[in-house]
């Protein structure tokens, strides 16, 4: 009888087209173009799969790929919904994202003082509050200033119960609750204020900002406020020693024995893609941070979010083990008053920690660079043609020598490909 092994290794591949180009960061990688043919041999993660091109063999990322024996006149039913909507709107007709947020104080006490320090400006103000959630934002705005009215649009299904919070809390004669997309709601007049809470890992992923921006060109009335007004993406070369410890050097010699074979595939399963939910400490930061992309929230234009490119130029304070790149981000919230102040939330090491905490890109290999040394480059942001909710991060740097040890002075160049 044949074993359930022997059959999978008995398997035929099965033909997949790329939906997209993909620039592999590794000699493990494949590079393809948007409409290649890829046979997939096996599929060892649901996110990388073991996959041939022009008889050359290597990992791909899966989601830029699907079925490709269909035949051309048979509806094609995997792009349906290229933006996810049911998982992604699905998770927030739950509970749980919403409890990591309004745990998240920084976060929420940010949007409290913006309400707070212009609670006299907004009065008799219209307010949409996008992407509301629970609702907290506009119960802020009903409890702690004087709006007419406040409409808190939401796409899932927690609408239902952010009707009960706004009349549980005595705010039903300001607060009107609306469940749908930006894109589909319809409002009796355009609103003095724009609010949302819509800032993703990297600060875009997710792309939630296309909603807003909708929202923006057809509601916001002109001369109206965007909450929040300006985002910026902040980058720092950084040391990720434990990390590169726990992942990587611990198959040097677990229990004296010698796994470094297994050295590569640690890498491709743990450093190809971007570690959210890092937290790094001030002093593991190579240079002082810089922001390498700046977002007007009254001049972004959807077509914009495509590709979003940024430069860097850092120079290495200390001398250290560069692992990798750290990035978060700041936004801003003017005042509805001239000369007022503005509220900031960072999300960066050196502020209370948040929920989105920082984004940590991994080197393939870490070098070890000097005081004095220069790490320049670029990085872009690219938006998933197909998924739309997906995006790849590719980082290219060049390290420039203090020394004359020209050993230390390297080109390197890696993409991120970061998906649901």
């Known amino acids: 009888m044949q074993t359930e092994k022997e059959e999978e290794d008995d398997a035929s591949?099965?033909?997949?087209?790329?939906?997209?180009?993909?620039?592999?960061?590794?000699?493990?990688?494949?590079?393809?173009?948007?409409?290649?043919?890829?046979?997939?041999?096996?599929?060892?993660?649901?996110?990388?799969?073991?996959?041939?091109l022009h008889e050359v063999i290597g990992y791909v990322p899966a989601c830029y790929l699907r079925q490709g024996a269909a035949e051309e006149d048979e509806e094609d039913t995997s792009l349906e919904d290229p933006w996810q909507d049911e998982e992604y709107f699905g998770s927030y007709g739950t509970l749980r994202l919403?409890?990591?947020m309004l745990s998240d104080k920084s976060r929420t006490e940010a949007y409290r003082q913006v309400i707070l320090s212009n609670s006299a400006p907004l009065r008799n103000k219209v307010v949409m509050d996008l992407g509301c959630g629970t609702g907290i934002i506009s119960l802020f705005c009903a409890q702690l200033a004087q709006p007419s009215l406040v409409y808190a649009v939401e796409a899932s299904s927690m609408a239902e119960y952010t009707r009960q919070l706004v009349k549980q809390n005595g705010c039903e004669e300001v607060v009107t609750v609306l469940q749908g997309r930006a894109e589909e709601i319809e409002l009796p007049d355009q609103v003095d204020v724009l609010v949302s809470e819509w800032m993703g890992n990297c600060l875009l992923f997710e792309f939630m900002v296309e909603s807003v921006l909708l929202a923006r060109d057809r509601w916001l009335r002109e001369g109206g406020v965007?909450?929040?007004?300006?985002?910026?993406?902040?980058?720092?070369?950084?040391?990720?020693?434990?990390?590169?410890?726990?992942?990587?050097?611990?198959?040097?010699?677990?229990?004296?024995?010698?796994?470094?074979?297994?050295?590569?595939?640690?890498?491709?399963?743990?450093?190809?893609k971007p570690k959210f939910s890092h937290l790094i400490e001030p002093d593991d930061c190579l240079s002082a941070p810089c922001n390498v992309i700046c977002l007007d929230m009254y001049t972004l234009q959807v077509k914009d979010l495509e590709e979003i490119k940024g430069q860097f130029?850092?120079?290495?304070?200390?001398?250290?083990?560069?692992?990798g790149?750290?990035?978060?981000?700041?936004?801003?919230?003017?005042?509805?008053?001239?000369?007022?102040?503005?509220?900031?939330?960072?999300?960066?090491?050196?502020?209370?920690?948040?929920?989105?905490?920082?984004t940590l890109f991994m080197l393939d290999r870490p070098v070890s660079v000097y005081a004095g040394d220069f790490i320049s480059g670029t990085i872009v942001l690219c938006r998933n043609p197909i998924w739309r909710r997906h995006m790849t991060v590719t980082l290219h740097w060049n390290i420039n020598?203090?020394?004359?040890d020209t050993d230390n002075c390297q080109v390197g160049t890696?993409?991120?490909?970061?998906w649901r």
């Open 313 to 323: 130029h850092f120079c290495v304070d200390k001398s250290g083990v560069f692992h």
């Open 401 to 404: 020598s203090s020394t004359e």
């Open 226 to 272: 965007m909450w929040p007004s300006s985002a910026a993406l902040a980058l720092v070369p950084c040391q990720a020693d434990s990390y590169y410890a726990e992942k990587m050097a611990f198959w040097e010699r677990p229990y004296g024995l010698d796994f470094t074979p297994l050295q590569p595939l640690a890498q491709q399963e743990f450093f190809t």
């Open 325 to 358: 790149f750290t990035a978060w981000f700041t936004v801003n919230f003017e005042s509805l008053e001239t000369g007022g102040a503005t509220v900031e939330l960072n999300t960066g090491p050196n502020s209370e920690p948040t929920h989105w905490k920082q």
């Open 414 to 418: 890696k993409s991120f490909p970061m």
């Open 13 to 52: 591949p099965e033909e997949y087209v790329a939906l997209s180009n993909f620039t592999g960061s590794g000699s493990d990688q494949l590079s393809f173009s948007s409409g290649d043919r890829l046979l997939v041999h096996a599929k060892p993660s649901s996110e990388w799969w073991w996959a041939e």
């Open 98 to 100: 919403h409890l990591e």
